[in-house]
Every structure is written in structure tokens, then in C-alpha cells.
């Protein structure tokens, strides 16, 4: 889902600033499923605009520049449930971390420990701010998402609790020196169950 196409929604939820936009992808009810930089909000804002999508109004504020405030339009609103109601591409799933963790082989222990460290942390951080997100939901939908992100946050959490460390002597095996199974398809599948 593009920038524009995703500004389109957090509005439906009330007018905003291009600021508090931001925010609600960072902090809010959005943060574990939408990622936007001010570098791509601004502009689509203004594409949003010049189509008749979204409208916006200009508020004073002490010692500060107006803020445009930024509110759904009936087209825009038209062209927000088209964009649901066609083909949802399928999520792409990036982890500089899991690169990190994929090559622990090549890192001194200690490093792998303060990563899984590092990253248990972030899934407690991310887990209170889901858990603020479905407390306030207003919606069946927002409260799905909001458990989804919870379940999913939760279960990484085990995961990185129970698992031993990549390299420590508890660790499991590479999976050249496990059995092999005659078809590499079935190899393969039996793999990914076995580590779920």
C-alpha cells in the first residue's frame, strides 16, 4: 500500500497534521504494520490535496508557523475503501536485525547476546505501545489489528526467551549437518514446521 494510500487512512480516522500523522505510524495505533518518513507524508499530502481527496484548513499557533490540518474528503473517502476493496498486495517483511542474527556465525558471542537482548527489549516496547492502541480501539478492525500485532510481538518475545542463543553450545545444529530427507522440497518444509 503506497504513502498516499495510507495517509488516505489515518485520516479516515480525523483531521490531522502532516506531524500527527507521523506520529500515529511511530507511536500510535499503526506502529507495527506502517512505516512513513516525513519525506513521503508531505508529499503525498499535497498530491491528496491537489486531487480533491483530502482538503485542508490552516491553524495559528503561538510563535510558530500555521499547521495545515488535513480532513477526508467524500471522494477521498470513495477512493480510500476502492483502494481495500481491490487487490492487497502481500506484505514484505524486512529485519536488518534477522540479518544480523542470520550471520551470527561470524560475530563474537557476546555481540549475538546483546542483539537478542537488544531486540527482547524492543518487542516489550512494542507490545505496551499495541497494548495502549487496542485499549483505546473504537473498532472491531483496529482492535484486530491491534491483537494480531500483540500476538505476533508476544510470540517473537517466546521465541527469543526460549530459544537458546545461534552458536552457544545449546543451540540446535545447522541444518547442512541434520538428517537430510531424499526430496528437498519435503527437506525443506519439514525444516520450517520443525521451527515453528
Same mark, same amino acid.
Given at each position: 500500500?503506497?504513502?498516499?494510500?495510507? *495517509?488516505?487512512? &489515518?485520516?479516515?480516522?480525523?483531521? /490531522?497534521?502532516?506531524? @500527527? #500523522?507521523? $506520529? !500515529?505510524?511511530e507511536n +500510535?495505533?499503526? *506502529?507495527?504494520? &506502517?512505516?512513513?518518513?516525513?519525506? /513521503?507524508?508531505?508529499? @503525498? #499530502?499535497? $498530491? !491528496?490535496?491537489?486531487? +480533491?481527496?483530502?482538503?485542508?484548513?490552516e491553524e495559528?499557533?503561538?510563535?510558530?508557523?500555521?499547521?495545515?490540518?488535513?480532513?477526508?474528503?467524500?471522494? +477521498?473517502?470513495?477512493?480510500?475503501?476502492?483502494?481495500?476493496?481491490?487487490?492487497?498486495?502481500?506484505?514484505?517483511?524486512?529485519?536488518?536485525?534477522?540479518?544480523?542474527?542470520?550471520?551470527?556465525?561470524?560475530?563474537?558471542?557476546?555481540?549475538?547476546?546483546?542483539?537478542?537482548?537488544?531486540?527482547?527489549?524492543?518487542?516489550?516496547?512494542?507490545?505496551?505501545?499495541?497494548?495502549?492502541?487496542?485499549?483505546?480501539?473504537?473498532?472491531?478492525?483496529?482492535?484486530?489489528?491491534?491483537?494480531?500485532?500483540?500476538?505476533?510481538?508476544?510470540?517473537?518475545?517466546?521465541?527469543?526467551?526460549?530459544?537458546?542463543?545461534?552458536?552457544?553450545?545449546?543451540?540446535?545444529?545447522?541444518?547442512?549437518?541434520?538428517?537430510?530427507?531424499?526430496?528437498?522440497?519435503?527437506?525443506?518444509?519439514?525444516s520450517v514446521?520443525?521451527?515453528?
Amino acid at each position: 500500500m503506497d504513502v498516499r494510500t495510507q *495517509c488516505l487512512g &489515518l485520516l479516515m480516522r480525523g483531521p /490531522a497534521s502532516g506531524y @500527527a #500523522l507521523k $506520529r !500515529l505510524i511511530e507511536n +500510535g495505533p499503526f *506502529c507495527h504494520f &506502517l512505516e512513513a518518513s516525513f519525506a /513521503a507524508i508531505y508529499p @503525498a #499530502l499535497a $498530491r !491528496l490535496t491537489a486531487d +480533491g481527496l483530502v482538503s485542508v484548513t490552516e491553524e495559528a499557533q503561538d510563535r510558530r508557523p500555521q499547521k495545515k490540518v488535513y480532513a477526508v474528503t467524500p471522494a +477521498g473517502r470513495e477512493a480510500f475503501v476502492a483502494a481495500l476493496s481491490g487487490p492487497i498486495e502481500d506484505d514484505h517483511f524486512r529485519s536488518p536485525w534477522l540479518v544480523a542474527l542470520y550471520f551470527a556465525d561470524l560475530l563474537p558471542p557476546e555481540r549475538v547476546k546483546t542483539l537478542i537482548a537488544e531486540r527482547k527489549d524492543y518487542c516489550l516496547r512494542q507490545i505496551a505501545l499495541i497494548s495502549e492502541a487496542r485499549a483505546s480501539a473504537e473498532t472491531p478492525g483496529a482492535r484486530y489489528a491491534a491483537e494480531m500485532g500483540l500476538a505476533v510481538f508476544r510470540a517473537e518475545f517466546a521465541y527469543l526467551t526460549q530459544t537458546p542463543v545461534p552458536g552457544s553450545a545449546d543451540a540446535n545444529p545447522p541444518l547442512a549437518r541434520q538428517r537430510k530427507s531424499p526430496n528437498p522440497h519435503l527437506s525443506a518444509a519439514v525444516s520450517v514446521l520443525h521451527d515453528v
